[in-house]
Structure formats: structure tokens, C-alpha cells
């Protein structure tokens, strides 16, 4: 058994510092920030970047803003908020016992992921990491096709796809693997049911009883 994994806001808690970074872009320029609990809500419903920014007149900073946050969400002093989700560590262990645990992301900068990965020590409980940027390619495709590059034999209709986004949920699909949304990311449950995972998950430790751990 393979389990494919994605990494932010299915192995890694990034609520924080997309908080932080968001939070520290609008007063930077003068606009007072939604709370976190009222920023997630309003991520998780799918509205856009756009349409955030505007609940509190912010609307005009998008370019600066989007660009702002590609240039901290990938940087060493920002990711320090991100946090390995509680019990992962084990369940990966639980999950090796049986299989292989392969994590594929779509990180643009590798020497940071690396770092990362090193960082927080999820780094011991993966075999393999697939990791890719290109964005002219759909990102469920990109994701699919580092899976079929890398391991051209492998038995799909036994492995799990995992994440917390419709990329994940249409490459696992793409791939023939099994598919589990999780809600503990970017996408609220109604987008996430639309797409027809196997089943949709609180957390990623709830996977266990899934898949008979």
C-alpha cells in the first residue's frame, strides 16, 4: 500500500502564518486585519483573494498583496508557524508498517521544503518526496504526473491520495487511487463533496481506521 500525501493543511497546520502574513501585508498598508477564526471562515466558504480583501476595503492592494505573499509563504521565517498537525508523526510510523508513505507538493522553492521537511522532522517518516512548479500545467495534472514518473509500477487501485484540496482529490482520481479529502486545509466540505472523495475526513488521523491501522 502507497498513501500519497500532500504537505500544507494536510500533514502541516499553515493557519498561522497565512494569518500572519496576511494579517502583516494589510497593515503594512494601512488596513486593519480580519481575525483568524473570521479570515479561515471566509477562505473555507471559497471566496477569493479578491473578494477578502474587500470585506475590510482592501480591495486595492491585490497585486501588491498577492505578490507580497508569494515572497513570505515559502520564506525559512515565516514557515517557523507552520506546525506539524497533532498525532502525524505516529500515524506516518503506523502507515510505513504496512506500505509507504510518498509526499507530493507543489512547493516552488525545493531548498526550503527541504529545510522544512528537516525542520520539522517529517522529513524521518517519508520514503519518497515528489515535489514540482509548473504553472502553466493544472495542478492535479502536474501532481499526477511526479506520481507517474517516479513510480511507473506502482499498484494504484491499492494506494490513497490524501490532501486538503481539489488538486489532490483529481490527481489521486487521475491516478486510479483511492481518495480522502481533509478538512483541516484550504477548501471548505462543500467543494470538497463536489469532487467525490472515498470519504472526507476531519484530520488526517482519522485515515487509520480507514485503511485498518
Request: with cysteine.
Amino acid at each position: 500500500m502507497t498513501v500519497f500525501c500532500d504537505l500544507d493543511g494536510t500533514l502541516l497546520d499553515i493557519s498561522e502564518k497565512f494569518h500572519r502574513i496576511y494579517s502583516h501585508l494589510l497593515r503594512e498598508h494601512g488596513h486593519e486585519p480580519m481575525e483568524k477564526g473570521d479570515y479561515w471562515k471566509l477562505r473555507r466558504s471559497g471566496l477569493t483573494t479578491p473578494d477578502i480583501l474587500a470585506r475590510t476595503g482592501a480591495e486595492s492592494l491585490l497585486a501588491r498583496y498577492e505578490s507580497g505573499f508569494l515572497d513570505r509563504v515559502e520564506d525559512r521565517e515565516w514557515m517557523t508557524f507552520d506546525t506539524v498537525f497533532d498525532g502525524v508523526p505516529d500515524l506516518l510510523r503506523r502507515i510505513r508498517t504496512a506500505g509507504r508513505v510518498v509526499l507530493v507538493t507543489l512547493r516552488r522553492d525545493r531548498q526550503a521544503l527541504a529545510w522544512q521537511l528537516s525542520h520539522t522532522r517529517l522529513a524521518d517518516h517519508l520514503d519518497l518526496v515528489l515535489s514540482g512548479h509548473e504553472p502553466q500545467r493544472e495542478a492535479w495534472q502536474l501532481k499526477a504526473g511526479l506520481v507517474r514518473e517516479a513510480l511507473p509500477d506502482c499498484d494504484f487501485s491499492s494506494s490513497w491520495f490524501i490532501g486538503d484540496m481539489a488538486t489532490d482529490i483529481r490527481a489521486g482520481k487521475a491516478l486510479g487511487c483511492r481518495t480522502a479529502a481533509v478538512l483541516t486545509g484550504m477548501a471548505g466540505e462543500n467543494s470538497l463533496r463536489l469532487l467525490d472523495p472515498d470519504f472526507i475526513l476531519a484530520g488526517i488521523n482519522d485515515l487509520a481506521t480507514k485503511v485498518g491501522l
